[in-house]
């Protein structure tokens, strides 16, 4: 009975997305106001000389929309913090009756005892690095090619995802340690925020380019926000997903 109620509840739920989402989308299909198309011709026309960047999507969200990608970082800030402030609490509560070496026993046994395979240590191990790697490239030629920040971290933390699976039983990088990926999430903000302020003793304004009166290219802010959020994004990810495997202190 309990079952059959659940099941008719959750047809209920899809069929309400559903029809949500149909009638959010179909005006827009049916409306035959055109499309807006001035800022598109603009960002064409004049996003490569005003930013540098050949990929404009590179050249909206660390130029023109500055001011959300400042809000995307302190979302995702929020977001890793709570979850881990969760995962913390739920582990301490689990764990009541534990002595505190038992505890570091048994979480690092969930990550390198019997859930690991030997295919796990080879392939993991092996992709790890070159995933940081490919990562990194990512976040420094974004401004060329499809990439950047964002794509670029969640590819660093996957990387050291890779580099914690295929660790050895009681051997790890200092990636791999969640106080380390805390303090370089927590100092990728704080040069966010640096890096906004920096324009304004110049009067350039807020998340203004202080590069601009030497005549520098304006692509190298571009490149230089995209190497911080990159290195915040892959730590605050990795630092999650480390701690959900069990590693966190």
């Not at 997305?17 to 049916?30: C, H, N």
């Not at 660790?167 to 990926?181: I, P």
Request: aromatic content about 10%.
């Amino acid at each position: 009975m309990k079952e059959s109620k659940y099941s008719k509840f959750f047809i209920f739920q899809i069929v309400l997305s559903l029809a949500t989402v149909l009638a959010v989308i179909l005006p827009i299909f049916l409306s035959r106001v055109p499309w807006p198309d001035l800022a598109r011709n603009y960002l064409e026309h004049n996003g490569l000389r005003d930013s540098g960047a050949r990929n404009l999507v590179s050249a909206i969200y660390l130029g023109y929309r500055a001011f959300d990608t400042l809000g995307e970082t302190i979302v995702l800030l929020v977001a890793v913090s709570g979850t881990i402030s969760i995962i913390s609490h739920s582990g301490l509560s689990q764990a009541k009756g534990f002595g505190k070496g038992e505890i570091k026993k048994h979480t690092n046994n969930s990550i390198s005892g019997f859930r690991r395979t030997e295919l796990i240590d080879v392939v993991t191990g092996k992709l790890g690095p070159i995933v940081l790697i490919f990562g990194l490239y990512l976040m420094l030629f974004g401004h060329l090619s499809p990439g950047g920040g964002f794509q670029g971290g969640v590819v660093v933390a996957s990387g050291i995802v890779f580099m914690a699976l295929g660790s050895k039983t009681d051997s790890s990088t200092w990636l791999q340690e969640t106080g380390a990926l805390a303090k370089i999430e927590a100092a990728g903000f704080l040069f966010i925020v640096l890096a906004s302020l920096s324009g304004i003793p110049g009067g350039f304004g807020f998340f203004g380019n202080p590069l601009s009166s030497s005549g520098a290219s304006p692509v190298i802010s571009i490149i230089v926000l995209n190497t911080i959020i990159g290195l915040k994004v892959g730590a605050g990810l990795g630092f999650m997903c480390i701690a959900m495997l069990g590693k966190v202190e």
